[in-house]
């Protein structure tokens, strides 16, 4: 007779985990759009997740560790969420770039590049993250906005349309500036058209 193993609950307990990091995550994007840097501490995101003190510092020991990770992740979910998007036209992709923008992910990136700015632990985590963040948006535009980047002034077009769009996001902080936004993605679709052919 072979030997039985006891079942095991480790994928449980490791989709346990997934989720509890994920909603630390989440929670912690939240905090930053909405509290700013000083208001986000590792207590309020695990309030704010539903888990203990202990469990978050279990997932990410430092504070710094928490927060950039939570922008690096929801970077992520949100440029393979604009990858997938049907867009049709260039129009539709300048206002889905400008999107990326004007949301909570932005708020909380804006504080962490304050936060950065003050706190030399902090400053070159979130210089590194914000480059890849960058360097990825920016190919991301590319492929969506069918640009060929060897023909001259394509690039710069490109990364013209997203320093566009970061100031229309920093715009959009204090005010809600959507009836101006839209008028300004549209012509910025029209300069994006004639630049790129």
Known sequence: MGVVT????????????????RRLLEAAVACLAEHGWAGSTVS???????????AAQHHFPTREDLFTAAVEYVS????????TLPVQGRTAVVAALVDLYTGPLFRAALQLWVAASNEASLHPRVSELEARVGRETHRIAVELLKADESRPGTRETVQGLLDMARGLGLANVLTDDTARRQRVVAQWARLVDE???
């Open 6 to 21: 006891p079942p095991t609950d480790r994928t449980p307990k490791q989709d346990r985990s997934r989720a509890t990091r």
């Open 76 to 83: 992520e979910e949100r440029s393979a969420a604009l990858r």
């Open 195 to 197: 630049a790129l052919g």
């Open 44 to 54: 309020v995101v695990a309030e704010r997740a539903g888990v203990s003190r202990g």
